[in-house]
């Protein structure tokens, strides 16, 4: 079973509207949260880090939290884009990395 | 300001036939380097990883490897390709002492193995 589990696995939404995407996790010991987006056919790039105790980041219209209790974050995305469409991953580190799976996010006009 | 390159782009292969990947980095030193791959709907899985020359862990048991000749330079190969190693490989650096901070990504190769 992955630790790192995200939903939906895919979601289609309206240009500007806004979407949230969900990762649980498993990990222990919690050192960071990172999500990342992927373009098809590129390399992912980083949106936000999180550490224990930090709840929240921005950056733009993307904003993720987290909640080390429950372990959970959200990545929820404002004002969608055409350009937003992508798959974004949720990434935790413990003593190792553990990638979840992806939610792949399709803005249609 | 830190760039990490990869080639090639896309690689087709015959079953067999041997395999090698480039991955540099430049504008730091000393950087922790990672090869990924990514099957078509998958999560990334860890290959391999290294922080410092020569020095390469292994976190899948598999057909590939991967060498580490110079301080910004890694390279995953294979002598003899499987279909089960199509996909998509991406190459990551990361700040030396802070692998669980930050890693940064190249633009992945796709290989094609028929």
């Known amino acids: 079973k992955n630790q790192v589990e995200q939903s939906p696995q895919s979601l289609i939404i309206l240009e500007g509207k806004n979407c949230t995407l969900q990762c649980n996790y498993t990990v222990s010991p919690f050192s960071n949260l990172r999500w990342y987006k992927q373009d098809t056919g590129r390399g992912p790039v980083s949106l936000t880090i999180m550490t224990f105790s930090e709840n929240t980041k921005s950056n733009g219209r993307y904003t993720a939290t987290l909640d080390a209790d429950t372990k959970q974050s959200s990545l929820h995305i404002t004002a969608s884009q055409l350009s937003d469409s992508a798959s974004y991953i949720c990434?935790?580190?413990?003593?190792?990395?553990?990638f979840g799976a992806g939610t792949r996010l399709t803005v249609k006009p | 300001s830190q760039t990490i390159h990869q080639w090639p782009a896309t690689l087709v292969q015959p079953v067999g036939s041997p395999l090698s990947l480039e991955c540099t980095v430049e504008?730091?030193?000393?950087?922790?380097l990672y090869w990924y791959r990514q099957a078509a709907g998958r999560g990334l899985q860890l290959l391999f990883y290294s922080v410092g020359i020569g020095q390469i862990s292994s976190e899948v048991p598999q057909n590939l490897s991967a060498s580490r000749p110079q301080d910004r330079q890694f390279i995953l190969s294979s002598k003899k390709l499987l279909l089960s190693d199509s996909g998509f490989y991406l190459c990551?650096?990361?700040?030396?002492?802070?692998?669980?901070?930050?890693?940064?990504f190249g633009p992945g190769t796709r290989l094609t193995v028929t």
């Open positions: 504008g730091t030193s000393n950087p922790n």
């Open positions: 990434v935790v580190s413990s003593k190792d990395m553990r």
């Open positions: 990551a650096w990361s700040a030396p002492l802070l692998s669980h901070y930050e890693q940064y």
